[in-house]
């Protein structure tokens, strides 16, 4: 029983903040109004959700939307695992601290300063990319910016710039809790450093990395909406129009005046269908990771 | 506390060893090993230096100089008028103030709720354990959407003041089932067992052995819930009317939103240049100033990473 | 809702009324009324309290203790209370709060330039949020009819058709800024002068010889340097649409959305041969290297970079001023401005943008004295406070020149337009246009700069067209653009007398009051539409989708049918034909 008293504050918390709210989430079957408001508003059933698929971009802002999430999963999951691997080896403490200070600031830039310096850098014609590619290759710089595959790229990797150094810190503290006297123990049999990483460091930190990964895509639809907007142009359109950025551009048109329309009920609809494939893969994800590991949610 | 010590000297011999880049223990291989991950991350490091030092040089420099690709790596024509021009609003001191108030209490709430929530769920014994951790897990998924959580928080009364702030995130449900994992995995369930038989009831031991050992998580949590409160303006803009509570941040963005507005068309051309040579100048000092006070507490929280060796002990 | 506005009309009938009744002066009249008659200052004798909600705006440091709050508050007698919301978030605030039943909505909501739009408050004011206001424009209304006389073109029918909502009210307090430069700057390009000097070439007036000019800055090295780096013509991501109109208008008249009225009837220039024809000049452009592709994705930032280069590279580029290059740099005087091609047909036609009233105050329903409220915004609509908004204030801001230095500017005007190819000034308006040389001087750094002064131009103001040429500063003729906007009002005003047949506003598609119906179907379809055409214009310029191939251009008009563009055009007739009958 001491053991549920520990819950009591938190179950209440998450059932009154969380689940509460979540009546709102009927408005995506009904069509809202400020009269209305959440409980009287007019049914219309799975109106919302045609209306959603049914709109000419519904396949290209699907794709594109999970394009970009796949790819920055795989790419980008790795990195801080491999970082704080690395750093963990290295047993120079100031220069960790350096390293690790230094590589966790970039989560701090915000979007908009960010889109602003990858434009500046990547420029072709006067950027240091489009400078130093003209220097070494001799010709004009192909535009990152104004292909679809560019987009993706400047995308995900400025992405991994920003958060490897960032999502390292984790690990890092999973790696705090490897017994050293294992790595003393195995280096006095001879095993190299490189065997402690592979056969004590990693398994150390395989569940936490399972977690990690099954929470990571529980969110596979969540793309947020800045800085693809920002990065957004006529250009690369086609492979940068994400869910977050057709729901934002359609209140707003006829541009005579500040403000878009608000369709509460649409972007209710959207969340619902995002939270919904969020859910079932992770609950996928989580059961391969059962399968295969003993690590699972639940 | 016998076996820290030796741990310890263990490790002064090895960083020595490290240093010296001589020692016995370093077979050719490691040697090479502890090259490359050397250079890897020295690679790494220096890619993520290099933008940051010119957002530093661009925020010492005249607007001109950076509108016109003239800073590389270090200030042009050096000012620090882009610094007194976001000092000027009062509103930073009030909200430099507000920002480490919901900073330091909206964090302890944070780890509190976390810590409480997680060690039940645990705990392999407890009944009904999967369907508490859904319970928490769901909310990661589906949530309210922002007019619901709205109207909720108004009939609450809790719209416009502090509390609108530090409650409805007190509890993040992805941080919960890191820290549950951790717990999962690090505590030795004969540790509990021992402890019963010592007559160690389930907050003695949550507080005498758990939260000592984990001092590493719940340090990499604190600064995850810490610098997402620092870095919070949403809510913040949502809930609070009045401005004497409102953070740093959202009088920052405030700014930001505004240097990211292309001029508009019916500005006048006088408006239009003026705003735009505003924009240049603020925009990097912002960094500067928003980002440095929770920079400088990373090297504080460092110091728990290296920690935590405890636990290995009572492992082995 | 009803009930509230059954109240509000009967009030406002009593008032009218009350005064109508002998003309009474207001110190006697009834206990609803509690203002003076309308153009007595002050507007209230005993002090009442409004609140106010504006959004924080980076330039106003504190609206309470504003000096224009407190110059307002003296003259009219009501005590003002703000309520600052978010910069960029109001609209989500009011939104909530109206969601929650709107008890906490201030009296007055002021918006920036250019207003709110009517999509958006209808849905409020439909929920009972918002007070019509239609009455009090008929008997309340006074400074705004003052200021709304200076304008030759822009009178209060054309204010209150644009500003009434398909229920045929009012719901808001209008403001105006009426700028020739404005209306045709959106179409104009800007030239780098020492080329065409360099290469000895007029500036072009045709499309072909926009064409060969450009072709000559590629190959003729007018930077001297013997690279063959110059960059014939380029622009910026937030541009685009300036350029559109540039390049396109010649072709087919292209304007905000693209659509176009041929004798009340509504169609989209995106699908026209018009269009198309104009893309095969523009892809031609591009495919020769004439035009720099690096328009679609570079920022303004990254194209000041361009322009700042030593040597220039910079040919022209597509925007009406030169506030992208650095204040200091000398090249920004250099540039001389384009005006709108001659197209294939002979004809020169220049993209209009009207200056159009916009919503930039309501009143709502928790307003106890919306008679008062109006009386306010109304004033804010006044000669004095128009200026007092747009410029500041008489001897802080800005300075009356004295008669020598108006002597001198003139001569100095007539200087410079003596020496340009044509004397517009004389052409035009003879001696007549001396007086609107700069009478009063003003200091443009107080625009962006955080004050404490005025109100940056949030709320309602009216400025007209003579009121506004009064604050010109005609700076340092010795070069063209440091005087540009000044001279450019000259120049509209005889592109305007030019493209007199575009000057008839129902030929324009714009300031469209939808229905809720139509709104839903344009909500619908229309920014994926509009979002398709951008896309396909980008990928036919650069030739990513080939123009002169009938079948892409066949998949193309496909397309935009099947995504509905014929439902969007029908509900823009509707609306257009309501609204011009």
Redesign the interface.
């Known amino acids: 029983m ?3 008293s ?2 009591i ?3 209440v ?2 059932i ?10 009927q ?1 995506a079957f009904r069509r809202y ?3 209305g ?2 409980w009287n508003s007019r049914w219309v059933g799975f109106e919302n959700f045609e ?1 959603f698929f049914n ?3 519904f396949n290209r802002v699907l794709s594109n939307t999970l394009r970009l999430s796949l790819y920055l999963i795989f790419a980008g999951f790795p990195f801080p695992v491999i ?1 704080a691997l ?2 963990n ?5 100031r220069f960790k ?14 979007t ?2 960010l889109v ?2 990858m ?3 990547f ?5 240091i990319y489009g400078k130093l590619y003209t220097a070494l290759v001799g010709a004009r710089a192909p ?1 990152l ?2 292909s679809g595959t560019g987009f993706v790229n400047l995308y995900i990797w400025s992405g991994i ?1 920003q958060d ?2 960032w999502g390292s ?2 690990y ?3 790696l ?7 790595h ?1 123990a195995a ?1 006095l049999d001879g095993a ?3 065997q402690c990483m592979l056969h004590i460091d990693i398994p150390a930190i395989i ?2 990395i399972t ?2 990964l099954v ?1 990571r895509a ?2 596979v639809m969540n793309i947020g909406f800045e800085k693809v907007f ?1 990065m957004q ?6 492979a940068s ?1 994400v869910i977050s950025t057709y729901e934002y ?16 009920s649409l ?2 609809t959207i ?2 269908f995002n ?1 919904t494939i ?2 079932l893969v ?1 609950v996928v994800v989580n059961f391969v990771a059962g399968k295969l590991g003993e ?1 699972s ?2 | 506390m016998r076996s820290k010590n030796r ?1 310890n000297m ?2 002064v011999r ?2 020595r060893a ?2 010296r880049g001589t020692a016995i ?1 370093l ?1 050719r ?2 040697r090479i ?2 090259a490359v ?2 250079g ?2 020295l690679l ?2 220096l ?3 290099y ?2 030092l ?2 530093l040089a661009a925020s010492f420099s005249s607007p001109s100089a950076v509108t016109q ?1 003239r800073v590389v790596i270090w200030p042009v024509e050096f000012t620090l008028a882009g610094y007194k021009q976001v000092l000027a609003y009062q509103r930073v001191g009030i909200g430099y103030r507000n920002t480490i108030f919901y900073t330091l209490a909206g964090t302890t709430i944070n780890v509190f ?1 976390t810590l ?2 997680a ?3 645990s ?1 392999k ?2 009944p009904h ?2 369907f ?14 922002l ?3 709205y ?2 928080l108004n009939r609450l009364g809790m719209v416009n003041t502090v509390w609108a702030i530090l ?2 995130g ?2 993040s ?2 941080q ?3 820290v549950r ?2 717990f ?3 505590i030795p369930d004969d540790l509990l067992e021992s402890a019963k038989i010592d007559g160690c ?3 003695q031991f ?1 507080w005498y052995f758990v939260l000592p050992l984990s001092t ?2 719940i ?2 949590i604190g ?2 819930y810490a ?1 997402g409160h620092w ?1 919070s303006y949403f809510s913040a803009m949502i809930y609070l009317q009045n401005p004497d509570l409102y953070p740093l941040q959202v009088f920052l963005r405030e700014i ?2 505004m ?2 507005i292309d001029t508009p068309e019916f500005m006048d051309d006088h408006a239009a240049e003026a705003i735009q040579s505003m924009k240049n100048l603020i ?2 000092a912002l ?1 500067v100033v ?2 440095a006070p ?2 400088s507490i ?2 504080l929280i ?1 110091k ?6 405890m ?3 009572i ?2 | 809702m009803s009930l509230k506005k059954t109240c509000i009309r009967t009030l406002a009938v009593l008032l009218v009324l009350s005064m109508a009744w002998g003309g009474l002066a207001s110190a006697q009249v009834s206990a609803e009324v509690i203002h003076n008659e309308k153009g007595v200052l002050p507007i209230v004798n005993e002090p009442i309290t409004l609140t106010v909600g504006v959004s924080q705006n980076t330039m106003v440091q504190d609206w309470q203790t504003n000096k224009q709050t407190l110059y307002l508050e003296e003259k009219t007698g009501i005590n003002l209370e703000f309520v600052v919301y978010p910069l960029n978030e109001m ?2 605030k009011l ?1 909530l709060a ?2 929650a039943g709107g008890g906490d909505l201030p009296d007055i909501l002021l ?2 330039t ?7 408050l209808m ?2 004011a ?2 009972g ?1 918002i007070l019509p206001l239609t009455e009090y424009y008929d008997s309340l209304l006074y400074w705004g009819k003052e200021t709304l006389a200076l304008s030759d073109d822009i009178d209060l029918d054309f204010v209150k058709k644009y500003l009434t909502s398909y229920d045929g009210e009012i719901y808001g307090v209008y403001g105006i800024t009426e700028s020739i430069n404005n209306q045709y700057a959106i179409s104009r390009v800007l030239m780098y002068g020492p080329w065409l000097e360099a290469l000895d070439k007029e500036m072009p007036a045709t499309t072909e010889e926009f064409y060969n000019y450009l072709i000559d800055m590629r190959d003729k090295d007018p930077n001297g340097n013997g690279i063959r780096d110059e ?1 014939p013509f380029s622009g910026y ?1 937030g541009a ?1 649409d300036n350029a559109k109109r540039f390049l396109m208008t010649p072709f087919v008249y292209t304007q ?2 693209y659509w176009i009225a041929e004798d009340g009837v509504i169609s989209s220039a995106a699908t026209k041969d018009g269009w198309r024809e104009g893309l095969r000049y523009v892809n031609k452009l591009f495919s020769e290297g004439l035009i ?3 328009m ?4 303004q ?2 194209l000041t ?2 322009l700042s ?1 030593e040597p220039n590279v910079i040919g022209g580029y597509a925007r009406w001023s030169t506030t992208n290059l650095a204040a200091d740099d000398a090249d920004r005087y250099l540039y001389r401005r384009l005006e709108q091609l001659q197209g294939p047909d002979g004809k020169t036609v220049k993209s209009w943008w009207p200056s ?1 009233p ?2 930039d105050a309501v009143i709502t329903k928790n307003c106890e004295h919306p008679e008062v409220a109006f009386m306010l915004l109304d004033y804010l609509n006044s000669i004095e406070m128009s200026i007092i908004t747009r410029y500041g204030y008489e001897g802080v801001n800005w300075f009356p020149n004295d008669e020598e230095t108006i002597k001198a500017q003139q001569e100095k005007f007539i200087e410079f337009w003596q020496n340009q190819p044509e004397n517009l000034l004389e052409k035009f308006y003879g001696e007549d246009a001396l007086p609107l040389v700069a009478k009063n001087r003003y200091d443009t750094t107080q625009w962006g700069t955080l004050q404490n002064d005025w109100w940056a131009g949030v709320g309602p103001d009216s400025m007209t067209y003579h009121l506004d040429t009064q604050f010109y500063d005609l700076g340092n003729l010795d070069n063209e653009l440091s005087a540009m906007s000044y001279v450019n009002e000259f120049i509209a005003k005889y592109a305007y007398e030019q493209a007199a047949q575009y000057r008839d506003i129902s030929k324009v598609v ?3 009051v939808f229905t809720q119906e139509e ?1 839903e179907v ?3 379809y ?3 539409i ?3 055409i ?2 396909s ?3 036919f310029a ?1 030739g ?1 989708m080939d123009v002169n191939n009938d079948g892409v251009w066949q998949d193309y008009l496909n397309t935009l049918e ?3 563009i014929d439902k969007v055009t029908e509900a823009v007739q509707t609306c257009y034909t309501r609204m011009n009958q």
């Not at chain 1, 009154?16 to 989430?25: D, Q, S």
């Not at chain 1, 705090?176 to 294992?182: G, K, R």
């Not at chain 2, 859904?134 to 990661?140: E, G, I, K, R, Y």
């Not at chain 2, 728990?304 to 060796?309: I, L, R």
């Open positions: 001491p053991l549920y520990f819950l504050i938190p179950v918390y998450v009154v903040f969380r689940y509460i709210p979540m009546l709102g989430a408005l109004s400020i009269l408001g959440i209306m709109s000419y971009q970082f690395l750093l080896t290295i047993r120079a403490r601290r350096v390293v690790q200070t230094v590589t966790y600031m970039p989560h701090f830039i915000s908009t300063v602003g310096i434009l500046q850098f420029n072709v014609n006067y950027g535009d910016f104004s710039w490897f150094g810190i984790m890092l503290a999973a705090t809790n490897v017994n050293p006297e294992l003393e280096q190299s450093r490189f569940p936490i977690i990690m929470l529980g969110s920002l142009n006529d250009l690369n359109i086609a129009e551009k359609r209140g707003f048109v006829v541009s005579s005046g500040i403000g878009s329309t608000t369709d509460v972007s209710t969340g619902l939270s969020n859910l992770l690590t949610l639940w | 741990l263990r490790e090895a960083l490290d240093r223990a077979a291989s490691d090993f502890l991950v050397y890897i991350i790494g490091t890619i993520v230096l933008p940051l010119y957002v690709g709720v409480i929530c060690y039940p769920l705990r014994g407890l354990r999967n508490f951790t859904f319970l928490f897990a769901f909310t990661m998924m589906f949530g309210g959407g007019m619901p959580t109207l909720l409650i409805p007190a509890l449900a992805y919960m089932i890191v994992t951790f999962a995995s690090t009831n389930d907050y949550f590493a998580v340090a990499v600064l995850q610098v870095n930001l939103v240097s990211q925009k990097y960094i928003s980002t929770i920079l990373y090297p460092q728990y990473f290296v920690k935590g060796v636990i290995g002990s492992k082995g | 609209q989500t939104e109206i969601a918006f920036e250019p207003g709110i739009r009517q999509s958006v849905p409020w439909e929920a949020m960059i991501s685009l905000q959305d720099d592709p690096a679609f994705t570079q920022d930032a990254t970079v361009a280069q159009m916009t919503i714009t300031g469209l709104q344009v909500n619908r229309f920014s994926e509009l979002s398709y951008n896309e214009w980008a990928a650069i990513a099947k995504m509905g």
